[in-house]
């Protein structure tokens, strides 16, 4: 069974940092896409970041790129979401999510996911 567990949100000050981790456990991932999503009340569930397990490309929503890094540690079966100056938008409940096993592509789509974790909150205070 699939399984992805994120961890590391909290409350932080804007301009702060934060590091998510996403751990995975189930199946190889190492032929698949891995997205970041995060979701704020009111609003849908919006696309943040993704990494191609196998070399690493990644692709970012515009408004996080020069702050939002992702990253995957191979031997960790894990994927990373480092988050620098952080702002009031982007507090909201981030979630992990994997594609398709052999599926490469850097999908900003939330149903081309098939796999979720149960999301970690971040809180951006003044």
């Known amino acids: 069974q699939v399984q992805l567990v994120e961890s590391g949100g909290g409350l932080v000050q804007a301009g702060g940092s934060l590091r998510l981790s996403c751990a995975t456990s189930?199946?190889?991932?190492?032929?698949?896409?891995m997205g970041w999503f995060r979701q704020a009340p009111g609003k849908e569930r919006e696309f943040v970041a993704a990494i191609r397990w196998s070399d690493g490309s990644t692709r970012y929503t515009d408004s996080v790129k020069g702050r939002f890094t992702i990253s995957r540690d191979n031997a960790k079966n894990t994927v990373y979401l480092q988050m620098n100056s952080l702002k009031f938008e982007d507090a909201a409940v981030y979630y992990c999510a994997a594609g398709p096993l052999d599926w490469p592509i850097l999908s900003t789509a939330s149903n081309s996911y098939n796999s979720w974790g149960q999301g970690t909150q971040v809180t951006v205070s003044s």
């Open positions: 189930g199946r190889t991932f190492s032929r698949s896409t």
